[in-house]
């Protein structure tokens, strides 16, 4: 089974839904030790990056979520989750993150409207599983403010333009993570969930 962690954000529901939909067996799970027992791990999240971090040491899914990358269990990101794997944001000062990913989160630049929020184009980097048989530049879903700055170019798995080219997608070895929101993002939002299902099962 995919665990869907909970720790206090928002957005949980649609995203069991989507993977519901596709026929990929998840559930929201609230304890370490689920997590521990998945076979995949699914990081979601919307809201402030620092409120995130401290729910996730509080709940100790913070050291959940470095057991299932060294363990090598699929690991998806999703807007914040992708955030959160990276080693500190720039948000309302410093906070530092999970580490998992070198590299920084950084707020949009001033003169852009923020959030950045509606349809965007992804445009791959290279060759990812979780993008299996979708096109490139195809058009998901964006809804954030702020954005990573990898400090690997290798992770760099898709980039998109919003007044500047920014890291939407990354990936490495078990651990694949997107900005956008596939469950808000129509057909080809459900394929990269699906794939990821795929992926769990084939672990």
Same mark, same amino acid.
Request: aromatic share 10%; glycine share 14%.
């Given at each position: 089974m995919i665990a869907i962690i909970d720790y206090g954000v928002g957005n949980l529901r649609s995203v069991e839904k989507a993977f519901e939909k596709v026929g990929i067996k998840? @559930?929201?799970?609230?304890?370490? /030790?689920?997590?521990?027992?998945?076979?995949?791990?699914?990081?979601? @999240? +919307?809201?402030?990056?620092?409120?995130?971090?401290?729910?996730?040491?509080?709940?100790?899914?913070?050291?959940? #979520?470095?057991?299932?990358?060294?363990? @090598?269990?699929?690991?998806?990101?999703?807007?914040?989750?992708?955030?959160?794997? =990276?080693?500190?944001?720039?948000?309302?000062?410093?906070?530092? /993150?999970?580490?998992?990913?070198? /590299?920084? #989160?950084?707020?949009?630049?001033?003169?852009?409207? #923020?959030?950045?929020?509606?349809?965007?184009?992804?445009? =791959?980097?290279?060759?990812?599983? +979780?993008?299996?048989?979708?096109?490139?530049?195809?058009?998901?879903?964006?809804v954030h403010s702020y954005y990573v700055d990898p400090a690997r170019e290798s992770v760099k798995a898709g980039v998109t333009d919003y007044g500047i080219e920014f890291t939407s997608a990354v990936g490495h070895r078990n651990v694949f993570a997107i900005q956008f929101h596939p469950e808000k993002s129509s057909a080809l939002g459900l394929r990269i969930l699906r794939n990821f299902g795929g992926i769990v099962e084939r672990c």
């Open positions: 998840a @559930g929201i799970v609230r304890d370490p /030790g689920e997590v521990d027992r998945a076979d995949g791990v699914v990081l979601p @999240g +919307v809201g402030a990056f620092a409120d995130a971090m401290d729910n996730l040491k509080r709940a100790g899914m913070n050291l959940a #979520v470095k057991r299932a990358v060294e363990d @090598g269990r699929p690991l998806l990101g999703i807007c914040l989750g992708l955030q959160l794997l =990276f080693e500190a944001s720039e948000e309302w000062g410093y906070s530092e /993150g999970l580490g998992i990913f070198p /590299g920084v #989160v950084r707020r949009l630049p001033e003169g852009l409207k #923020v959030p950045h929020m509606g349809w965007n184009q992804v445009k =791959f980097r290279g060759i990812h599983p +979780v993008f299996e048989g979708v096109p490139d530049n195809s058009a998901f879903y964006f």
